[in-house]
C-alpha cells in the first residue's frame, strides 16, 4: 500500500503480528523504488522474513517526494544534514503513523542516519548497512567519480527513473559530500550513546569506505559486525538473500 502525506513519500508493509516495526533508511541517491534488488522486492522479503510490518520512506527531493528547489544554492545541504534527519526529520515521521521504539534499518547515508537517530531516541535494534562514521577519501573518490558519471555518463538516465526530480536528488548528495566543509564529518562520539543492539554489515569490495566504518563501530550496547563477501557497497543488492538472512537471525530472538 502505498500511503503519500503531504511532505514525502511512504510504503506500508503490513505483516500481522506485534512485533516493533522495521523503518528503512535509504542512501544518499536512494529512494522507496531503490530497495528492491533485481530479483526481489528486498523490503516485503525482510518483513516477512522477519515477521514485521515495515515502513520505507523516501527523503525530501528523493524519488516521489516533494523537490526541493534551488539545492544548490539557498536550500544546499549543509554538513550537519544527517545529524537534522536522525533528530528532527525522523522523529516527526516516527510520530506521524505512531512508530515506537522501530528497528531501524539504513543503508551508506541511511546507515548513518539510523545510528545518530539510536545515539539520541529510543529504537529495539538497528541495523547499519555500510554506514560512514567519518569521511574518507576513498568515499570522495567514487562520489567524484560518481559526479563525472551523472554529467558525462548513463547515471543520470539510469537515477531519472527512479526520481521525479533527479538533478535536484543527485545535486544535494553530491555537493555536500565534496565540500570542504563535509571533510570534519565525524559521528563516532555520538555513536557511543548507543546502547540498544546493533547489526553493522559491509561489502568487502565496497568503494565507498573501508571495512574500519564497521570495525571502529563502537556503542555502549552489543555491535553485531559482519563482513560480506563478493559484495560491494550496497549488501541488500550485491548479496539480497544473505543480508536477508543475517537480518533474520539478528532479530529473531529480540523481544
Known amino acids: 500500500m502505498m500511503i503519500s502525506p503531504a511532505t514525502i513519500e511512504v510504503r506500508h508493509v503490513e505483516v500481522p503480528g506485534n512485533r516493533r516495526p522495521l523503518v528503512f533508511l535509504h542512501e544518499g541517491l536512494g529512494c522507496v523504488d531503490m530497495w528492491n534488488s533485481r530479483t526481489l522486492d528486498w523490503p516485503l522479503a525482510v518483513c516477512q522474513a522477519t515477521g514485521r510490518s515495515g515502513w520505507v520512506y523516501s527523503r525530501r527531493g528523493y524519488g516521489r517526494s516533494p523537490a526541493l528547489a534551488d539545492v544548490r544554492g539557498a536550500n544546499r545541504l549543509l554538513p550537519d544534514y544527517m545529524h537534522q534527519e536522525a533528530w528532527e526529520v525522523l522523529p516527526r515521521l516516527l510520530n506521524t503513523y505512531a512508530l515506537e521504539n522501530p528497528v531501524l534499518l539504513g543503508h551508506s547515508d541511511g546507515a548513518t542516519i539510523a545510528l545518530l537517530h ?138
Request: charged share 25%.
Open 118 to 255: 539510536a545515539a539520541k531516541y529510543s529504537v529495539a535494534a538497528t541495523i547499519a548497512m555500510a554506514p560512514h562514521l567519518w569521511v574518507e577519501d576513498i568515499s570522495l573518490r567514487s562520489i567524484e567519480a560518481a559526479k563525472a558519471a551523472f554529467e558525462h555518463g548513463e547515471l543520470r538516465r539510469k537515477l531519472a527513473r527512479f526520481h521525479d526530480d533527479v538533478d535536484g536528488a543527485f545535486w544535494q548528495w553530491n555537493d555536500v559530500w565534496l565540500s570542504d566543509a563535509f571533510r570534519s564529518f565525524e559521528i563516532r562520539p555520538e555513536c557511543w550513546q548507543i546502547t540498544s543492539p546493533v547489526l553493522a554489515m559491509q561489502g568487502v569490495d565496497d568503494i565507498y569506505g573501508s571495512l574500519r566504518h564497521i570495525e571502529e563501530l563502537h556503542t555502549q550496547g552489543t555491535v553485531r559486525t559482519e563482513v560480506l563477501q563478493n559484495c560491494g557497497h550496497s549488501p541488500h543488492k550485491d548479496q539480497p538473500q544473505v543480508s536477508l538472512d543475517l537480518i533474520a537471525d539478528f532479530l529473531k530472538d529480540l523481544p
